[in-house]
Each structure stands twice: as C-alpha cells, then as structure tokens.
C-alpha cells in the first residue's frame, strides 16, 4: 500500500477560521481583535493561520519576539504583540527593528527599556496581574510602573494595558464571583488612562461581555473549540478549523485474554476485533489523563483502547465489524468534534492535544 495513504493529515478550513472571526466580531459588538497564534497557532500552522486571517483581525498575538519574527519574515504586516514581552537588549532591539509591541510584565523589562538605544521606540502593553498570579505587576506597584513608563522615551504613547483571567471558564459561584473581582480590579486601574485595554480571552468573550471593552484576545475559540467542559463550540456557534485523520493499518481479533504489546502489558478483555490506527504520540498524539477517547470510523464513534504508542494507537472495532484495512479515521474535527474525542478531559487537555501536533503531521489547507 502506498506510503501516502496512511499520513496523519490535518485538514485545515479556511472558512471555518473566517466564521469563526465573524462570529466573534459579533459577539464582541466589532471590538478590536488580537488573534492568538503561539504555539504554532495552536497546531493548525502559524504561517498560513496568519496569512488566511491577516485582513480580518487586528493583531496578532504570539508567545515570544522569536515567533514573532518568524511571521514578521514570512511578511505578515499586521501588528504583532509579543505575550512575554523581550527578555534581553537585543531581543528589545530586534523587536523594534520588526514594529513588534510587547507586553511588558517586569521590573526587568522596565529597566531595559529605559536604559536601551533602539532605533524606534515601541508601543507597549503593560501587564497588571488583577488575580491570576502569574505574570504582570501586583496593582500596588502598578500605577508607579506606569508612570514610569510613560516618561520612557523609548516607548509610543500612549501605554496599552492588559490583564487575563484565572477561571472565567467556570461558573461555579465562587469562580464567578473571582472573575467579577478581577474585573472590577481591572477597570479601576484603566479609568481615565488612554491606550487600549484587553482582559477577556476566549471565555471572556464568550461569557462575559462586560469585559470586551474594545479589544478581545480570541485563542481557542477562533480555531472552533470550547474554552467550557461540557460545551462544543457549535454551541457558540463556533466550527472546528481543524479535522485530524489517519487511516485503519490492521484489524485482527482477540479472544478474551490474550496479552499485547510491549511486556504483553496490555490484556484483552472481551472478544472482539481491534484496529490499528497509524497516529500515536510521535505525531503529538495524547489523551492526557488517560480518560476514554474516541475517534470515528465509516459513521460511527469507536473507542481508544490500549497504550498509545509512538506511532499508532488502538481501537475497539466490536465483535462484527466492516471496517477495512485503509478505511479513513477521524481522530477529530469533522463527524467528531476535539470536545467528543476528549469526552470529559479537561478544557487543558485539548490545548495541549492541539499544541503538541508535530512537525510529523501534514497541513493541508482547504
Ligand atoms: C494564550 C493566551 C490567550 C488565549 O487564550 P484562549 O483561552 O485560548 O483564548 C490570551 N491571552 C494571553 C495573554 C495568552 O497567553
């Protein structure tokens, strides 16, 4: 059999990226969108995602100035901000030779800046941490921070600001009342100051309009996925960019106790007929916690069973089936949202099952 057929493919659909804007635009009354594209645009490709969205969103938003010159040298022209902001001189240097902005999030960062020659000065986003303990100023210190940004002559006024949420993905009581607390904290500290502010991501955007205030970061639900457990973007009317699929490469049947794999570690507990599908963890394959998973095959869900090996993983095909050798296998996407393939993992684990596709996996867009 040819080589080709058995490549793991991601599908990739234009329009469904295009929908998905569209709907967020409407969501967000036409706020100002910074599209998120780190981590090779969560798996659907960071090059080509930038260029299909390039003329409808604002901004993009990447993990580090190194991303961003990857696009800035594939001619993306919109502007880029860098989610860490810089961690050296030359770093800061290269940023501004490529008009990156940057988030600034550190004492660090402000002492570069104020003792840096660079050609130009850049256009900021100062991070203030409203809650999430994880990067940005405590709002103690913020508003010095800020003011001594805005007497630095290496940055363009006026001073953007941003924030992010811990836990707007769940509305458990005490999880909404921590959203509404760091927003509050959030628009106290932006009153009366000019630059551009953004706290809401995903859920943000989906479930807190009061915290789009004209400028919105979209990750995973640009790319069509839930950022709640227990919903499916079609339920926000989202479509899943990407459809992952692989092909059938054997079925054999087992009789109840038959041992397989590697250390025969793997005993067989019902008579049935098991497939093998050529994807396994080498192609960024997981199921995180090791919960059921599913994938679709000729119309219907099939469970993974089994260790998932390197480069294939195993299926339940039941006691009577008519799959074939070379039948295609939806691992997730179409017929099969990433949500149901995941059934009750959680939301983190489809980031990373996003994410950690590799190079190994081959991008088609359509
Ligand atoms: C990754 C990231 C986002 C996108 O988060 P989603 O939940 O995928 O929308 C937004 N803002 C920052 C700062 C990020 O690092």
Not at 152 to 162: A, G, L, R, T
């Amino acid at each position: 059999m040819n080589e080709k057929v058995h490549m793991t493919t991601a599908l990739i659909q234009r329009d469904a990226l295009l929908h998905n804007i569209d709907k967020i635009k409407k969501l967000t009354n036409n706020s100002h969108i910074i599209a998120i594209i780190k981590s090779n645009a969560y798996g659907h490709g960071m090059r080509d995602v930038a260029k299909i969205l390039e003329d409808s969103v604002d901004y993009f938003g990447v993990s580090n100035v190194e991303e961003a010159h990857t696009i800035f040298l594939e001619g993306v022209k919109r502007p880029t901000i860098s989610l860490s902001g810089f961690y050296s001189h030359k770093e800061l240097n290269l940023a501004s030779r490529i008009r990156l902005e940057c988030v600034v999030h550190n004492h660090e960062q402000v002492d570069i800046l104020e003792k840096c020659q660079i050609r130009s000065p850049i256009r900021v986003w100062m991070k203030i941490d409203t809650g999430m303990n994880r990067l940005g100023f405590s709002l103690n210190r913020a508003t010095k921070i800020y003011n001594r940004l805005n007497e630095c002559k290496n940055i363009v006024k006026p001073i953007n600001i941003m924030s992010h949420f811990s836990s707007a993905n769940n509305h458990e009581f005490r999880f909404h009342l921590f959203t509404r607390f760091q927003l509050n904290r959030f628009k106290r500290f932006i009153i009366g100051k000019e630059g551009r502010s953004s706290i809401a991501a995903s859920s943000g955007i989906l479930f807190w309009p009061s915290s789009h205030l004209r400028c919105v970061r979209s990750g995973i639900v640009m790319y069509g996925i839930s950022p709640e457990i227990g919903k499916e973007g079609s339920d926000f009317g989202l479509v899943p960019a990407m459809t992952l699929k692989s092909r059938l490469i054997f079925i054999r049947q087992f009789n109840f106790g038959q041992k397989i794999g590697y250390e025969q570690s793997w005993i067989i507990e019902k008579k049935t007929y098991i497939g093998i599908v050529s994807i396994g963890y080498g192609d960024g394959y997981h199921n995180c916690h090791s919960k059921e998973s599913w994938v679709f095959i000729n119309g219907r869900k099939v469970p993974v069973v089994g260790p998932i090996l390197m480069d294939m993983i195993f299926v339940d095909l039941g006691e009577k089936p008519h799959d074939q050798i070379g039948d295609e296998v939806i691992i997730w996407g179409k017929d099969l949202p990433i949500e149901k393939a995941f059934n009750g993992h959680e939301v983190s684990c489809l980031y990373r099952s996003l994410s950690q596709l590799t190079s190994r996996v081959k991008r088609r867009y359509i």
